[in-house]
């Protein structure tokens, strides 16, 4: 069990790991059943998505050093977050990634500095949808599954006052808690993009709102303050 490779990693002393390691399942065991990942097929279904992201990101990584081109950006830092904190240093997930090495490599050399001065052209320019990094054509598909489902779920749950909620997703009927800071940086995002907007051309809005029409995702952050 993945408890018990942590505990050696952590030098738990032996006499006490069978107990922290029970401590550990329990803790695994009730996260779980908080965010929705108890039953066996969203177990599986957490897992598989996990690892259909970095691989496609691993692909990206052979043309681009960064998400959206020759600089980082905010969702570089999202994702090396996700890394750092869970995805290559916890027991399990870090099996699930082994042989990403492109993506290893990212990690282990983002904190190095870049010559800015030196970079020409450093994002490529966005028309349309079409023209946006394959990479973050396949995110914002991903964001129309189950995590529109399940923010959308949890904003509901917000507004009716509810403790928990139940939603479809990855056809099974899943419960869970009430998230508090997904539905505060969903509003968080929505408010960025309004002051954002308020700086740039019609074009460009016109750019973002058929972008964010085509993945349907314009629900889950309208611009509009009185859709919130």
Same mark, same amino acid.
């Given at each position: 069990h993945a408890s018990g490779e942590m505990v050696k990693e952590q030098g738990v002393p032996e006499d006490v790991r069978e107990a922290v390691q029970t401590q550990i399942i329990g803790w695994g065991r009730r996260a779980g059943r908080a965010i929705g990942v108890a039953?066996? =097929?969203?177990? *599986?279904a957490a897992e598989e998505e996990i690892v259909r992201i970095f691989q496609h990101f691993e692909s990206h990584l052979e043309k681009w050093p960064f998400v959206f081109g020759r600089l980082p950006t905010a969702i570089d830092t999202e994702i090396m977050g996700g890394l750092r904190a869970h995805f290559l240093y916890d027991v399990y997930p870090k099996t699930l990634l082994a042989s990403l090495d492109k993506v290893r490599k990212w990690h282990d050399d983002f904190s190095a500095p870049i010559q800015v001065n030196n970079i020409q052209n450093p994002f490529p320019e966005i028309t349309d949808a079409d023209s946006l990094p394959p990479f973050v054509d396949f995110i914002l598909q991903e964001m129309a599954g189950p995590f529109k489902t399940f923010v959308l779920g949890n904003s509901q749950a917000h *507004? %009716? $006052?509810?403790?928990?909620? =139940?939603?479809?997703?990855? $056809? %099974?009927d899943v419960s869970y808690l009430k998230r508090p800071y997904v539905e505060k940086s969903r509003r968080m995002l929505c408010q960025k993009l309004r002051l954002h907007q308020a700086t740039c051309t019609q074009g460009e809005i016109e750019i973002f709102t058929n972008i964010m029409a085509k993945y349907k995702l314009d629900d889950i952050y309208p611009v509009a303050a009185a859709a919130l």
């Open positions: 039953s066996k =097929v969203q177990k *599986r *507004r %009716e $006052g509810k403790k928990s909620f =139940v939603t479809n997703i990855y $056809g %099974e």
